[in-house]
């Protein structure tokens, strides 16, 4: 059996992708394995998510050039997959982009080939999904947006009245029914991420039990990387800073994310919970609107007859409205702390400078008697050979 596990993103994907690596050997000897995809020749940060191979877009300019990689990287990645299903393991590939190329026109053709494999091998598979509540999936991805994309430069309420979140597909239950037309239903699996209804409220158990696997003591959560969103002043400061095209270098752009994380715990933090809906009426007509969408989920793919997907109340939090003073503020100690660590920068290399001509200096110091040495070799091989 193979477990495709979709996200969607900020469902927690990245723990799970960091955890299930960790304990493999655990998994194996529960019958389950998480192959990491360590020979495909794809980027380094794909390799946790090990199913990318299925969706992989090769940075090529060429189609067919693009086209024939893109096959390779398949064929290898089905290649490790087919290795641990004759070890009589059930293999487990996450990636959340999957959600969103799965049913458009971005990656054609993407059920058919995974179909025609599972066919050829005779083995069958499920699909695990994790939706999160749409008002607090839009607020978390537009952070993220901000933080991760240096394209992004849309204030929220351009972002959200725009409609240009709509790709990430809120719409739950009808992306559901165009993957179970093509799959079956009987295949999907839906999880709530909502932690009161995790199984025990805690994730790892949580997806454990979508496998049909119990916790145990033996199995290890290891800390490992944290998505943190930026907040208040610091998420504006960034989307201000998303102006400048030579951010989308990605070397200058992790240099920058690496000097904003650091100035981070010097700025003007909220002190409470806020919302970035406009009001808490606009988030809840919001909510209205999919509101048909998540019952039919909740019946038809949770079996739930009273229609109700997510279970935790919607709080009513402020909109969170920028302080002039404040993000003025914020925006000095930016600048004069990334000033201070370029500085702290420049420092570091000049003395590598000076350790490099010193070095050069004793090296020239070396040759030099070397040289002298050998003109002194070359006159006595002279007045020798001339008698």
Request: proline share 3%.
């Amino acid at each position: 059996m193979i477990y495709l596990h979709m996200g969607t993103m900020k469902t927690g994907t990245t723990v799970l992708q960091d955890f299930l690596p960790k304990n493999e050997d655990v998994l194996n000897e529960r019958g389950f394995s998480y192959p990491l995809m360590t020979d495909l020749g794809i980027e380094k940060k794909y390799e946790h998510r090990n199913a990318h191979f299925l969706t992989y877009r090769p940075p090529i300019r060429d189609k067919k050039e693009r086209a024939k990689r893109a096959n390779e990287v398949r064929e290898k990645g089905f290649e490790i997959v087919k290795e641990r299903l004759d070890l009589g393991l059930n293999v487990i590939l996450s990636d959340e982009i999957l959600w969103y190329r799965q049913v458009d026109e971005s990656t054609p053709g993407f059920w058919k080939r995974f179909l025609a494999r599972m066919d050829e091998w005779g083995e069958d598979f499920r699909v695990i999904v994790y939706f999160r509540r749409q008002d607090d999936y839009l607020e978390s991805y537009y952070k993220q947006c901000v933080k991760g994309n240096p394209q992004i430069t849309d204030t929220f309420d351009e972002f959200y009245k725009g409609g240009k979140y709509r790709f990430i597909h809120v719409e739950y239950y009808s992306y559901l029914e165009k993957m179970a037309k093509i799959i079956g239903k009987d295949r999907i699996i839906v999880r709530p991420y909502e932690k009161s209804q995790f199984k025990n409220q805690n994730i790892y158990e949580d997806f454990l039990d979508a496998l049909g696997l119990e916790w145990e003591d033996s199995f290890e959560i290891v800390e490992g990387y944290i998505n943190n969103s930026f907040e208040g002043n610091m998420l504006e400061i960034k989307r201000i800073i998303n102006h400048l095209p030579e951010y989308k270098n990605p070397d200058i752009y992790r240099r920058l994310m690496d000097e904003l994380y650091g100035n981070e715990g010097v700025l003007n933090k909220p002190k409470n919970k806020f919302t970035m809906f406009s009001s808490h009426g606009e988030r809840m007509d919001f909510l209205d609107s999919l509101k048909e969408e998540n019952e039919k989920v909740a019946r038809e793919y949770l079996g739930r007859k009273d229609g109700i997907l997510f279970r935790e109340p919607v709080k009513e939090k402020p909109t969170y409205e920028i302080d002039s003073k404040k993000l003025y503020k914020d925006i000095t100690m930016t600048l004069a702390f990334m000033g201070w660590k370029n500085h702290e920068k420049i420092g570091e290399l000049e003395k590598e400078i000076k350790r490099l001509e010193k070095s050069l200096e004793e090296y020239g110091k070396i040759l030099n008697k070397k040289n002298i040495l050998k003109r002194g070799v070359n006159k006595i091989k002279k007045v020798v050979e001339n008698g």
